[in-house]
């Protein structure tokens, strides 16, 4: 019989001020917490200064946590476009920081990522945060992004044992 392997996983929770991130690996129904944390840019900073900033951290990270896969929240549409176009450019950054190390990306919307966080698409910031809470109790959650940004790789890891996505060793 052959048994699964741990799988590292990144899910990112994208943003032009703040980027969430958190890594955990996921054997089976069991995850455990790696790491987490937030990517702030300097807000004084042009965009595209910003973005580079984004990617380099983005870049440190993959190095230093060689994931496996990688989940990137979808981007929702507000009133305000502009805001809604630099939530994009983040985005764009951190869908293409772990293509070009040729780790595959997978992206989830909102609903689906509280869905199966919370087990209702409707839930509310701190109602996600409870929950990565109680399933990564070592997380360490210092802002809601890294929350959010757990709860991507939360999905990604219900979606993916589900979906009989793993990889069996050759």
Not at 4 to 31: M, Q, S, Y
Not at 103 to 110: L, M, N, R, T
Not at 120 to 142: H, I, S, W, Y
């Amino acid at each position: 019989m052959n048994a699964r392997k741990p799988v590292r996983l990144l899910g990112i929770d994208p943003g032009l001020r703040f980027t969430g991130w958190g890594v955990l690996e996921a054997e089976g129904n069991h995850l455990r917490h790696v790491a987490d944390g937030v990517i702030a840019t300097d807000g004084t900073e042009n965009v595209p200064l910003r973005l580079k900033a984004l990617d380099d951290a983005l870049a440190e990270l993959l190095a230093r946590y060689a994931p496996a896969e990688a989940a990137v929240e979808e981007t929702y549409v507000n009133r305000n476009a502009t805001a809604t176009l630099k939530l994009g450019y983040a985005r764009g950054v951190a869908l293409l920081a772990p293509a070009r190390m040729g780790i595959p990306v997978f992206e989830y919307g909102a609903k689906t990522v509280k869905m199966a966080v919370v087990g209702t698409g409707g839930a509310d910031k701190d109602q996600v945060g409870l929950m990565v809470r109680r399933l990564l109790p070592a997380a360490t959650l210092k802002r809601a992004d890294a929350a959010d940004a757990l709860a991507v790789a939360i999905c990604h890891a219900h979606h993916r044992a589900t979906a009989g996505c793993w990889k069996l060793p050759a």
